[in-house]
């Protein structure tokens, strides 16, 4: 199963992130019910695969865990974008 940035986070868990054009592979985790992050270089061509869950509620929170993601926002409409 394969996640695209924006999906919903089905399982709290290890997930292996993949990039595109800059080839990085890694890990991060991620808390289920949350979005997951789109890459601040490749943008929404990243893909996430879950590597293994957790049950543990006491999971680190994904802010700032990793330099090339940040979290998902929904695009802003054109009008907003034009001002
Ligand atoms: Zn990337």
Redesign the pocket.
């Known amino acids: 199963m394969e996640y695209i940035p924006g999906d919903t986070v089905p399982v709290s868990g290890v997930y292996r992130v993949e990039?595109?054009w800059?080839r990085?592979m890694h890990e991060a985790t991620l808390l289920v019910d949350t979005r997951f992050p789109r890459?601040k270089?490749?943008k929404d061509?990243?893909r996430f695969h879950l590597v293994r869950s957790i049950q543990n509620s006491h999971v680190v929170p994904f802010r700032r865990i990793h330099v090339?993601l940040e979290e998902y926002s929904d695009p802003e409409p054109p009008l907003a974008a034009a001002i």
């Open positions: 990039h595109d800059h990085l890459c270089q490749c061509a990243v090339f």
